[in-house]
């Protein structure tokens, strides 16, 4: 399937007040609206991912998975700055003729939900079966729920936050630390930090998997070695493919979009806020997430009237809910079907 692009005629003024024009948004389609409309996912996508969600969430989605092309109209869209086709720092500024760089406007979560409900209003889509998220695209989903701007049938937050932790920000000011290091990185040219983005990269890594993670696929099978480990050159390989798919200027604006979500901002509280959600809510923990930890996702479901927790046992820690599709797919079909879902059957589902 190939990207699509939508681009707004009119002004696009962000949270912070800066403003751009011609805003594009890629994204793809996938399936056929029906006709009363009613057959909508909508995916949110995390923190590098892409609006190919058939590519790189395959066992959840895909022809013979449980969000298919036959029974539903799936959309997602690129986020702002992400470097895969909507509008970004590599965008050229209308008012120099050059790449935006880091003169590009800081944006924030919200900004990112008022561009898909842009798009959503383009494609003429008033209501939405479903809105899924995880991660980044977890707290996408989360905001766009409580602004108020779309119908939405049911909501499925994945290893998610109501408002980043500081544990999580000071993951993200690391690497952009590490960016910062690498002085291409001020010289205003799209391969400008790549070395500090691998870097970024190596560190972001051991956030989305675990100590036994890595005791498991990246254990020497030699007591003799003193150099040349398994585990410095997965890193090394990680970094640098990265590296050749990302740039560096997106990644730093983008950590600092996930740095920015807080859904009591400008709001009686973040418990207040979540209670406003009233569409039957499912939110999905890792057992094993250091990033997100199960404690956020249990505040989440705590808080929101109609909401669900399901907790996935998993080995790979945050990155669990991209692998653990079976189990994924399973649960949300349950919760879908409005079955409900005992401790019992959580167990079996596991």
Not at 110 to 121: C, E, F, N
Request: proline share 3%.
């Amino acid at each position: 399937m190939s990207i699509n692009t939508y681009q707004y005629k009119e002004t696009f003024t962000f949270e912070n007040g800066e403003e751009i024009n011609n805003l594009e948004i890629a994204y793809h389609t996938y399936g056929r609206l029906n006709a009363d409309h009613s057959n909508v996912v909508w995916v949110c996508h995390a923190l590098t991912a892409n609006s190919d969600v058939l590519d790189w969430w395959p066992g959840l989605f895909g022809e013979h998975d449980l969000f298919n092309p036959r029974d539903h109209f799936i959309v997602c869209a690129n986020v702002i700055g992400s470097g895969y086709g909507s509008t970004g720092p590599l965008s050229i500024d209308q008012k120099t003729g050059l790449p935006f760089y880091l003169s590009f406007p800081t944006f924030t979560i919200r900004d990112l939900v008022k561009a898909h409900q842009l798009l959503a209003d383009h494609l003429e889509i008033k209501q939405l079966q479903v809105l899924i998220g995880g991660s980044l695209g977890g707290q996408q989903a989360l905001e766009w729920a409580v602004s108020n701007t779309m119908i939405i049938k049911n909501l499925i937050a994945i290893g998610t936050n109501a408002a980043h932790s500081p544990w999580g920000i000071a993951f993200n000011e690391s690497q952009r630390l590490a960016i910062t290091t690498d002085r291409t990185f001020y010289a205003n040219q799209a391969d400008g930090g790549l070395k500090g983005l691998k870097a970024a990269r190596s560190i972001a890594l051991l956030s989305y998997r675990t100590y036994d993670t890595y005791g498991a696929t990246q254990l020497e099978d030699s007591n003799e070695k003193i150099s040349d480990y398994k585990a410095a050159s997965y890193q090394n390989y990680q970094g640098e493919k990265f590296s050749k798919r990302f740039n560096a200027y997106s990644y730093w604006y983008l950590t600092k979009a996930m740095d920015s979500h807080n859904l009591g901002r400008g709001r009686i509280s973040i418990e207040d806020t979540l209670r406003k959600i009233q569409c039957p809510t499912l939110v999905i923990a890792v057992s094993t997430d250091n990033l997100f930890p199960t404690d956020e996702q249990k505040f989440i479901a705590k808080y929101i009237p109609k909401a669900t927790y399901f907790e996935i046992e998993s080995f790979y820690g945050h990155d669990g809910f991209l692998i653990e599709t079976k189990i994924l797919s399973k649960g949300i079909s349950n919760f879908l079907n409005k079955k409900t879902i005992t401790d019992e059957a959580y167990s079996s589902l596991n």
